[in-house]
């Protein structure tokens, strides 16, 4: 194995917060055990072991929840000793890690610094749209204390990007979001569409309809625009990997690949799955605790859970956007009666590229250009 993406979930479900609209605690909530704990020494050991035992280049560890700095400061410092204990051959390590801030102090911060981390930050706009859904166990909003932590990460000197849920309130309001975290200094984004509950039959409050989805692409993505073709450098996930695409290259993005990827998900109890979105009894593929990395990618549900993704919905096949679309995250599909999955943001996406699809290419000619001048 050359190179190998690791999602870690350290505290497994656990969290001090209760976003309302949390898709891990609705994950979790359809497992036969909610929560696993706290990964315990023999299971991190185990899996720091095995990765570089099985990979030969590079290794990206990330780490998520629940909250991952749940799982406490010391935890991290043990697995830094583990992998400079076992990675002997010396190949490329990169950390990362997803928080919602509100536990960082200085330690984390010295932590980070040291190891070179990317930190996500969730952080959903202003006071009054971020504290409507997220909030503590307390149900007191959290926006004061996750701002803080920007503020921490930046003087520390740690990078750092904002992740924002975009909810049915967000999707709505796309154009003050957009403008808050640029004029707050944040310059890299990534816009999330929201999950609504696995078994869900009815709309929620944050339920975000392909309406509005369509309508909050459009608006950012202009505003997006505007700035990068005035020099501005400000990055929006999706939308650097719709430049990607256009120029030919590969996107990042496993969502806009076109199918599922062969992904390493890891429970705290050391149980792997091949998707975060399908943390899963019946999507369980093993054990770190007892396989590979290499045994576990080439079990049975790991290459089902792919190739079930390799079905493409005869209406995508005759789209005019497939080939920038193509067919987006299999979280957002519904399943159709002959086997293959129908995007629910399918109106969202088409409304999007049809308003926008010319000043898409416009966007990607001109950073070919400013490429070529750096050069």
């Known amino acids: 194995m050359k190179n190998l993406n690791l999602l870690i979930k350290p505290a497994s479900s656990s969290c001090n917060l209760r976003c309302k609209y949390c898709f891990y605690y609705d994950v979790a909530d359809n497992r036969e055990v909610k929560n696993f704990g706290i990964m315990n020494d023999e299971t991190l050991e185990n899996m720091v072991k095995r990765v570089f035992e099985d990979v030969e280049y590079s290794a990206n560890f990330a780490f ?21 204990k ?35 930050v969730s952080l959903d706009g202003n006071k009054n749209i971020h504290d409507t859904f997220r909030v503590d166990a307390n149900g007191e909003g959290t926006f004061s204390r996750v701002l803080k932590a920007t503020k921490m990460l930046t003087k520390a000197g740690v990078e750092f990007n904002i992740l924002c849920v975009v909810n049915k309130l967000i999707a709505q309001k796309g154009k003050l979001i957009y403008n808050f975290f640029k004029n707050n200094g944040f310059r890299y984004y990534q816009f999330i569409p929201c999950l609504d509950a696995l078994n869900c039959s009815k709309e929620e409050d ?56 062969m992904n390493a998900v890891l429970e705290s109890d050391g149980s792997m799955y091949p998707c975060d979105f399908y943390v899963l009894d019946e999507y369980k593929v093993g054990n770190v605790n007892e396989s590979s990395f290499v045994e576990l990618f080439k079990s049975e549900k790991e290459q089902e859970f792919l190739n079930s993704s390799l079905k ?19 979280r957002h599909k519904d399943l159709m009666a ?34 070529s001048e750096n050069r």
């Open 312 to 330: 493409v919905n005869d209406k995508c096949k005759t789209c005019d956007y497939f080939k920038i679309c193509r067919g987006g995250c299999r």
């Open 206 to 261: 944050y339920t975000l309809t392909a309406e509005d989805y369509g309508k909050f692409l459009d608006e950012t993505f202009n505003l997006w625009a505007d700035d990068i073709l005035s020099g501005k450098r400000i990055s929006v996930r999706h939308f650097d990997n719709y430049t990607k695409i256009i120029l030919g290259e590969a996107p990042e993005a496993c969502d806009m690949v076109g199918h599922c990827n």
């Open 86 to 120: 076992y990675n002997v051959n010396k190949i490329q390590v990169n950390f990362s890690l997803q928080t919602n801030g509100t536990l960082l102090d200085k330690k984390w911060m010295e932590l980070f610094k040291k190891y070179n981390y990317l930190i996500g």
């Open 64 to 84: 998520q929840g629940g909250e991952p700095t749940v799982a406490g400061i010391e935890y991290f410092k043990k697995f830094h000793e583990f992998v400079e």
């Open 338 to 371: 002959d086997g293959t999955y129908e995007n629910r943001f399918c109106q969202s996406y088409k409304y999007f590229f049809e308003k926008n699809i010319n000043r898409m290419v416009e966007v990607a000619r001109y950073i070919l250009k400013v490429r």
